[in-house]
């Protein structure tokens, strides 16, 4: 016969006893992916996320950037007045020339970039932390070389991506200005593909490879410096996450990304700029190519242009800008050490957010995943 404090003690380990998860296929599914899978998915998921949310800043950020090199340049005089001035003036001029539309111009290839990009940056960086961790004492310096190995990997697999989505966002309406001109038209990101590769070959998709590659600087500053902040406000690494404090925890990650960020953009800042340049500048025509023979007929006709002008049909002649180091010393030049920080106030708006959106829904899913898969193997426990 059991006696009340029995009955209460059996009561108390119910309670205690596992909750036996519902199955569903959505877990089921989840239960078989290995972890690599699933950072994979999670930071897909995140890019797209913080992609859809901040892409009119990243709009305004690369017209800011590129529009230098269009400006129509003439021996002897200044450089055109540019189009672009400040983050609401950007915002004013795309609204009245291309609307809405314009403000999203570019977004198909950022998402298309996006999933590849962040699948395979938190995937090669959480396989290649712990490969790091077990070779390299010092924690920071494991991080550090995890973070540019999944910044090369990521780079190098969808640079022609964002060369594509960098041309499109800086894209000058034809009637917004005579002074500023984009010397190439696309419809669209196939359309861009399609006439980049007929006109400037397979070379014109990794065009500002080199410092994309320099950005490597900004995520081995930006990922170790979240790590460590995450560490310190919450008590848990990148991907780690505790049933407990929830609000505790998700405002550490915030906390660790916005401080992370701005610490990262305000030192790496310059690389982009030049890959902005070298991305939306277009390459030596080949020499068949029908653009290449109106270049040259134009050129016996005494119609020169100075190197990286738009000539009258549009198109680039001499490049203007080669390699880094030639990039750098032409910009200084033309435009002084200002140019190196254009569009740098919006960029801090929009990477900002962005960071934080994609951090906190890689968190959230990476938390979700686990949690079910835990539940499925609850359920078939059970």
């Known amino acids: 016969?059991?006696?009340?404090?029995?009955?209460?003690?059996?009561?108390?380990?119910?309670?205690?006893?596992?909750?036996?998860?519902?199955?569903?296929?959505?877990?089921?599914?989840?239960?078989?992916?290995?972890?690599?899978?699933?950072?994979?998915?999670?930071?897909?998921?995140?890019?797209?996320?913080?992609?859809?949310?901040?892409?009119?800043l990243d709009v305004i950020k690369t017209k800011l950037q590129a529009q230098g090199s269009f400006r129509r340049i003439q021996q002897g005089m200044p450089p055109s007045k540019a189009l672009?001035?400040?983050?609401?003036?950007?915002?004013?001029?795309?609204?009245?020339?291309?609307?809405?539309?314009?403000?999203?111009?570019?977004?198909?290839?950022?998402?298309?970039?996006?999933?590849?990009?962040?699948?395979?940056?938190m995937s090669v960086y959480e396989g290649s932390?712990?490969?790091?961790?077990?070779?390299?004492?010092?924690?920071?310096?494991?991080?550090?070389?995890?973070?540019?190995?999944?910044?090369?990997?990521?780079?190098?697999?969808?640079?022609?991506?964002?060369?594509?989505?960098?041309?499109?966002?800086?894209?000058?309406?034809?009637?917004?200005?005579?002074?500023?001109?984009?010397?190439?038209?696309?419809?669209?990101?196939?359309?861009?593909?399609r006439k980049m590769y007929r006109t400037e070959g397979l070379g014109s998709f990794y065009s500002g490879l080199g410092p994309a590659l320099l950005g490597l600087t900004h995520v081995a500053i930006q990922f170790p410096l979240y790590e460590y902040f995450k560490t310190v406000f919450t008590g848990l690494e990148m991907g780690e996450n505790s049933s407990e404090d929830n609000d505790v925890h998700w405002v550490g990650i915030l906390g660790a990304t916005f401080l992370s960020k701005i610490c990262a953009t305000s030192a790496t800042y310059p690389h982009e700029v030049l890959r902005t340049r070298l991305q939306t500048q277009q390459r030596s025509l080949p020499a068949n190519s029908p653009d290449h023979i109106s270049f040259r007929s134009e050129s016996h006709g005494h119609k020169r242009h100075p190197p990286g002008a738009a000539s009258s049909d549009g198109m680039i002649n001499m490049p203007r800008y080669r390699g880094l180091v030639r990039t750098c010393r032409t910009i200084l030049k033309e435009e002084g050490w200002r140019a190196f920080y254009n569009g740098m106030g919006t960029n801090m708006v929009r990477a900002v957010p962005a960071a934080m959106t994609t951090m906190l829904t890689f968190e959230m899913l990476k938390k979700a995943c686990f949690e079910l898969r835990d539940g499925e193997a609850a359920a078939q426990g059970g």
């Open 1 to 56: 016969m059991s006696t009340p404090t029995s009955a209460t003690n059996a009561a108390t380990a119910a309670d205690a006893s596992p909750v036996i998860h519902a199955r569903t296929p959505f877990s089921g599914f989840i239960s078989k992916l290995p972890p690599s899978s699933i950072n994979s998915f999670c930071g897909a998921m995140a890019g797209v996320a913080s992609g859809i949310v901040t892409c009119p």
């Open 84 to 121: 672009y001035q400040g983050l609401f003036g950007t915002a004013r001029v795309i609204w009245r020339e291309d609307g809405v539309r314009g403000m999203y111009r570019g977004l198909g290839p950022m998402l298309l970039g996006y999933l590849p990009t962040w699948a395979v940056y």
């Open 129 to 193: 932390k712990e490969f790091y961790y077990n070779k390299i004492e010092n924690k920071w310096l494991a991080r550090v070389c995890a973070s540019i190995t999944a910044g090369a990997c990521s780079t190098v697999s969808t640079n022609p991506i964002w060369v594509i989505k960098t041309r499109l966002m800086s894209q000058v309406s034809s009637r917004a200005s005579k002074d500023v001109r984009t010397p190439w038209h696309y419809n669209s990101t196939f359309d861009a593909a």
